[in-house]
């Protein structure tokens, strides 16, 4: 699921599911309790807005496979010796 | 799930529906103007659209920069990207000479517009000539204009869908009907207004992209059915639908943007494709991609691709300098993406893509005044379809639209929507939606439109025979799913309405390609292989009437 919320980190301010352009997290409620679920992580466009907005640091993306860049070395291109990285 | 009703009808004078770029310009405007101002917004417009995360380049002519020969400024842009043959080119130019008043308003608001301290043009631009797409850093862009919005006096209601503009027996816009997403239950809303703006983003989803999994992998938001649906079923003219835009970027993962890039467009042993660049180039790009788009699929096709985009001859100093453009333009999904899995532009090239069909910027018809063709209904941005220019174009139309509209409610009468026929029949379906019990999930829908379309009214052929099949099959798919669908929550019935909205736009689309019996662009009929001379100077038109449907081809200016 690509955005996923660390609970130890989360503060539950629930900026996440308000801010989150494609509505992915939701604020669910169960008893008396508001838990912030990634219900729909097939919809996420991967923006990172979410990541954006948290204050704690807690959410990080999962980009999944279907969405692989496809890349290829390019034999020249050799900058082992480079010292700015 | 229940559908609750909101029992208050809300008025105003100016209802803007989607709060993206060009909804908070219009906003802004309008508010300045002294008109009450709604913006709905079925996200927050602080993070919503195509513009959510930033932008690192606005096409704009700013006279101390590029001279006085706005001729010649008109002459190169229609030689670019933003330019050519399905551009209205009285509108590019009133466009053109208003782009300077927006960036040195928006300059004014907060976001910075020359991070050099300097005007820099860059990007989609061609060795020699003049650029236009001022660089800039809008990664902050959504927050400062809605903090300037309500500054303004615009009333901003995030997370509530519109799904109708109400017009009345005079054929005036009025009002609209939404809802709102806070809650997993849906709460009808009912606006009144004495004008209304439609200013969403494209469809996005009408067409396959990228992997058939994620059919939100999609090079802008996804989030849009489009205003133009809306609009064409208020009985608004829309324009140019038929003849299919194709944007370009990195491959797999479906991102626009490609002006940021910097690199060379290469084969796979690094030797560049195209005649503009030998060496990476910071203030053109590689014009490659705007001047051949559908390069990348073409050369999968012949089979001499792949194509990559090769920044691996970029200094130190520009791959820092492309990362942070990155983060201005909101694609840093892509330098993550890349540290997650040890990609290293350093030495390594990105495949890129063709994508798919989108609408983007064909859509609805606007006058000068940003005015459909229904009185009291304006459109803007991306969703419109005689004007193009991504950001400017959202910019610009919703500042013309803040200061036309703020002139028209005050010469019109507010007009009672409480018995409008059409409120009822709205909440009986989307009660009908949420109570189903058994029924079709719009993702089922989605995914068969993208088969429909791609097979039958695609990119690669056109024909008699595919259109008319492909209009068949699109009118049962639409039985099925008005008959079929259910929802379980407020996030479904959106996504359902959206999806209802983009088979009405994917009509609009099948029937004008059927009736456009030529071939030009991208729009390659088997059965008519020639361009029809006397089409050039038209744009095509369809429109819902009280006699049915009717398409014709107007003058490119009117």
Redesign the interface.
């Known amino acids: 699921m690509p955005p996923v919320i660390d609970k130890a980190k989360c503060i539950k301010c629930e900026i996440c599911a308000q801010i989150c352009p494609l509505d992915v997290i939701r604020v669910e409620k169960k008893d008396q309790e508001r838990e912030i679920v990634v219900k729909y992580p097939y919809e996420c466009w991967h923006c990172r807005a979410c990541i954006k907005e948290c204050s704690s640091n807690a959410i990080t993306m999962r980009y999944p496979l279907s969405h692989m860049m496809f890349y290829m070395d390019v034999p020249t291109a050799d900058r082992s010796d480079c010292k700015c990285k | 799930m229940q559908v609750k009703i909101r029992k208050e009808i809300i008025k105003t004078e100016l209802l803007i529906i989607g709060g993206g770029i060009a909804g908070l310009q219009a906003a802004i405007t309008a508010g300045q103007e002294g008109t009450s101002v709604i913006v709905a917004e079925?996200?927050?417009t602080?993070?919503?659209?195509s513009g959510?995360?930033g932008n690192d380049h606005y096409m704009c002519y700013i006279p101390e920069c590029h001279g006085d020969d706005f001729k010649r400024v008109i002459s190169e842009i229609n030689e670019g990207m933003e330019g050519g043959p399905w551009q209205d080119q009285i509108m590019l130019r009133k466009m053109m000479k208003r782009s300077y008043g927006i960036i040195q308003k928006w300059e004014s608001y907060g976001i910075d517009m020359r991070p050099t301290g300097k005007w820099v043009f860059e990007g989609h631009a061609m060795p020699g000539r003049q650029r236009y797409h001022l660089k800039y850093d809008g990664q902050n862009q959504k927050a400062v204009l809605t903090q300037k919005a309500l500054e303004n006096g615009a009333q901003i209601m995030?997370?509530v869908f519109i799904n109708e503009v109400l017009v009345n027996e005079e054929g005036r816009a009025v009002g609209a009907i939404g809802f709102s997403?806070a809650e997993?239950d849906s709460e009808v809303i009912i606006f009144q207004a004495k004008a209304v703006l439609l200013a969403t983003a494209q469809a996005m989803r009408m067409y396959p992209h990228?992997?058939p999994?994620?059919i939100?992998?999609?090079h802008s938001?996804?989030?849009a059915a489009g205003g133009a649906a809306i609009g064409y079923r208020a009985g608004a003219r829309l324009v140019n639908l038929d003849v299919p835009y194709i944007h370009a970027g990195?491959?797999?993962?479906a991102r626009s943007g490609k002006a940021t890039w910097i690199g060379v467009l290469?084969d796979?042993?690094?030797k560049p494709v195209g005649p503009f660049l030998t060496k990476p180039n910071r203030e053109t790009g590689d014009a490659m991609m705007d001047i051949w788009p559908g390069i990348f699929g073409e050369r999968l096709d012949n089979g001499t691709g792949?194509t990559?985009m090769?920044c691996?001859?970029l200094s130190?100093e520009d791959l820092k300098y492309q990362e942070k453009a990155f983060e201005s333009e909101?694609i840093?999904?892509?330098t993550?993406?890349?540290e997650?899995?040890g990609?290293?532009l350093?030495?390594?090239?990105?495949?890129f893509g063709t994508y798919d069909y989108s609408l983007a910027q064909r859509g609805i018809d606007i006058n000068l005044d940003g005015m459909t063709t229904v009185q009291g209904l304006y459109a803007a941005g991306i969703c419109c379809g005689n004007v193009r220019g991504n950001i400017t174009n959202a910019s610009v139309w919703g500042d013309v639209v803040g200061e036309h509209s703020s002139e028209y409610v005050k010469q019109v009468e507010e007009f009672d929507i409480s018995e409008h026929p059409l409120i009822k029949e709205k909440i009986d379906f989307y009660m009908e939606l949420m109570t189903k019990k058994i029924g079709a999930h719009w993702l089922e829908v989605n995914s068969t439109l993208q088969r429909i379309m791609n097979d039958y009214v695609g990119l690669k052929v056109r024909s008699e025979t595919l259109l008319t099949a492909g209009i068949k099959y699109l009118a049962d798919l639409k039985r099925y799913s008005v008959s079929e669908l259910k929802c379980e929550n407020s996030?479904e019935l959106?996504?359902t309405l959206e999806v209802l909205d983009l088979i009405d736009l994917a009509e609009a689309v099948a029937l004008t390609a059927k009736n456009r019996q030529e071939t030009r662009g991208n729009h390659k009929r088997v059965d008519f292989t020639y361009t029809n001379p006397l089409l050039n100077d038209k744009f095509q038109t369809i429109e819902k009437t009280k006699d049915g449907i009717k398409m014709a081809f107007r003058d490119k200016e009117k």
Do not use: W
């Open positions: 079925k996200a927050d602080r993070r919503s659209g959510a995360n995030n997370k997403l997993d990228g992997n999994t994620f939100f992998n999609t938001c996804p989030a990195v491959k797999g993962f290469s796979i042993h690094g792949p990559y090769n691996t001859e130190e909101g840093d999904s892509i993550e993406y890349c997650q899995r990609i290293d350093r030495k390594s090239m990105i495949e996030h959106m996504r």
